[in-house]
């Protein structure tokens, strides 16, 4: 008797080795996510933040990849949820940032221009106390919008372009604690990275992690039937 109940939890199908392979997979959806960044972190680390022109566009630019890869992570956090150990969550984060870019490729662009006109916003207007703290809450803004989009369109909405925005907003403002949820794990997972010893662990774990959680609440909470409400 418990030689057969240490082969359950011991085997190789057994509550160890499914508890190992779902972190494994957290940590390949959160790998996948800090690839598709890759071009932000080499700019930051080469170039950082200066009140140039190139490197002004080349900040924005970096961020290209941005919009799809969190498309692809809410995507592969949701199987995650749904498949945990058989979750292949590498396979559908890839997937799913593919056909982001090929359907959602104006999302993109749109990161783009937006950082790049809070940007010139900065640069032009100064970096005061005000400039800062409405270029942050217009940031905050344009990432509760985006990320609504992003999770209406895992949800199975149809919506595309300007009308999905629209509908996104709408859901937000509808379920406002739903969007202070997601700012907040985004920045408790963003601080994960910068502390000194996990930061490094953080990298790989915190964005899965956080879009698993923003899932869940999203479950529980429900933007679908705030969507549907606004009757998109």
Known sequence: MTTSKIGRVLGYDGAVATLLLTVFQYFLASASFVACLMPALVFQALVGWQLTHLALWLGAVSLLPLAPALQALVVAADRLLTRGASAQAWRVFWRSFA??????????????????????????????????????????????????????????????????????????????????????????????????????????????????????????????????????
Do not use: K, M, Q
């Not at 790049?116 to 509760?144: I, P, T």
């Open 99 to 232: 056909d982001a870019v090929r359907t959602r490729w104006a999302s993109a662009l749109a990161v783009v221009a937006g950082v790049l006109v809070l940007g010139y916003d900065v640069a032009l207007l100064g970096a005061d106390a005000g400039v800062l703290l409405v270029g942050a809450a217009l940031a905050a803004v344009a990432a509760v919008v985006l990320l609504s989009s992003i999770f209406l369109v895992a949800e199975g909405t149809e919506l595309r372009g300007v009308v999905l925005a629209v509908a996104a907003g709408r859901a937000a403002l509808l379920r406002p604690h739903l969007a202070l949820t997601w700012l907040l794990l985004a920045g408790i997972a963003v601080f994960a990275t910068t502390l000194p010893v996990v930061g490094a662990v953080a990298w790989f774990s915190a964005p899965s992690l956080a879009a698993a959680g923003a899932v869940i609440c999203n479950r529980t909470l429900g933007l679908a039937s705030a969507h549907e409400r606004v009757g998109a």
